[in-house]
């Protein structure tokens, strides 16, 4: 018996990290700038309850191109009954131009309410898609990443950090920093330099942080 405990004991302590658990991709519905009498509250409502469709779209995508992200904008034209005329793609960061257009093709349907009456508008939505849960830093790294905002430059709406770390048994073998608004090149070095050192949960697989400097 005591020796079949200890050959299970070497067994765990010889086997590998364990994997981080595969989830669902992280879909947000940005502030739409809406052109008309309608609440821009309701625009962002509606597309919210796509987003189920909008993953469809995105999900087939990340199986080929585990590292695909970014934003897109799409423009609604929305007639006085609340329904969506036409959806059309504005722009978009993924690199993907298929999944885009896919995505637009989708918020043909948003369910709306109706705005005032024989009104129509026009609205423009951001989404942001990233392919893993965004990981709000442990608070040891916190404070690295904290020491690193007297480098940043700008207002706080352009301190956002997007960076994906390489985990391989809670240490970081990998840092890609997704700028997805700008940052000086020292504030840069230091949040990538932050990361690197961690500290990062135990596991192997790939993390999404997601970081705003503060003022």
Known sequence: ????????????????????????????????????????????????????????????????????YGHVRVRLAIGADGQVASASLVDQTLGDETVATCIAGVLQVVPLAAGPAGSEAVATVPLLLTPAPVIVPRS????????????????????????????????????????????????????????QLGPHRMGTGSRWYQWDLPE
Do not use: N, W
């Open 140 to 195: 040891k790294l916190e404070e690295r990443l904290r020491a690193c905002a007297p480098a940043a430059v700008g207002d706080a709406s352009t301190r956002t950090v997007l960076a994906r770390i390489d985990v391989d048994g809670g240490r970081a073998t990998a840092v890609e920093v997704k700028r997805l608004a700008l940052v000086d090149e020292t504030a840069l070095a230091c949040v990538t330099q932050a990361l």
């Open 1 to 68: 018996m005591r020796t079949f405990l200890l050959a299970a004991l070497s067994a765990l302590l010889l086997a590998s990290p364990p994997a981080l658990a595969q989830e669902a991709p992280v879909l947000t519905v940005g502030q739409p700038v809406v052109l008309g009498p309608l609440d821009a509250a309701v625009v962002q409502a509606g597309v919210a309850q796509r987003l189920k469709a909008v993953e469809r779209c995105y999900s087939p995508a990340l199986a080929t191109s585990p590292g695909l």
